[in-house]
């Protein structure tokens, strides 16, 4: 299959914890996105990946969260010192170049739950 | 800041009937794309249909319409001939034209049923 993979689909931790998540994109996309969705919302942007090169960041970022996306290839999502409200469904999409053609194909997502 | 708005929160058909569910947003820009996409329970997201704003023809897949009226800013999707697969959370999103990031503003989805 070579659509977009999260791993892990699911993720319980306790607040305080570090928790990292894993994005493959489709291997010919160079956009990267990440967005959270949660319960009875639609999906919130939160960060872009252009190949390697992170080029924007939401506000909803806060220093507690990090991406990376090494070699423009797959991306990590972390999250230190998790606090509930963090509980979330966090999704990857990535896409390829402008225009007609720039559909987002999304992942299945990571559900995390904070206790 | 653009904004979509879907003020439904949930939505019934009848198997084989048609139901249309709506949404509009909000933008100074002129370029630009709005799209559905459904997310079906515990399953990915995927994209019904997408309209360019700079075409007046309304886009059209399969079962799946839009009404676009641009100067009212409203991008409705018409399912036709429901199914009980078409059961999901629908999302109505919009994204800046070309040459900007190109991330999507999602409204908060609606939930269809399809009753058998």
């Known amino acids: 299959d070579t659509g977009v993979s999260q791993n892990p689909r699911h993720k319980i931790t306790k607040r305080g914890q570090n928790v990292t998540f894993r994005c493959d994109p489709i291997?010919?996309?160079?956009?990267l996105y990440w967005y959270r969705q949660t319960l009875g919302q639609g999906p919130e942007f939160l960060t872009y990946f252009q190949n390697e090169a992170q080029l924007e960041k939401s506000r909803l970022l806060s220093d507690r969260f990090s991406a990376e996306r090494p070699k423009g290839s797959f991306s990590t999502l972390e999250i230190q010192r998790t606090e509930q409200g963090d509980s979330a469904m966090y999704l990857c999409?990535?896409?390829?170049?402008?225009?007609?053609?720039?559909?987002?194909?999304f992942g299945p997502g990571t559900r995390l739950t904070v206790l | 800041a653009q904004t979509v708005t879907q003020s439904q929160p949930e939505m019934s058909v009848q198997e084989a009937e048609t139901v249309t569910l709506s949404c509009t947003y909000d933008t100074s820009e002129s370029d630009y794309y709005l799209f559905w996409y459904k997310q079906p329970p515990s399953r990915q997201m995927i994209l019904v249909i997408r309209?360019?704003?700079?075409?007046?023809q309304n886009a059209t897949e399969n079962r799946f319409s839009v009404n676009f009226q641009k100067a009212a800013k409203s991008f409705s999707l018409k399912i036709s001939d429901s199914q009980l697969g078409d059961a999901a959370m629908y999302f109505c999103a919009y994204r800046r034209g070309a040459g900007a990031n190109s991330k999507l503003t999602f409204g908060k989805g609606i939930t269809l049923s399809v009753r058998p």
């Open positions: 309209q360019e704003a700079y075409k007046q």
């Open positions: 291997s010919e996309h160079n956009r």
């Open positions: 999409a990535s896409t390829t170049g402008q225009g007609w053609h720039n559909e987002q194909f």
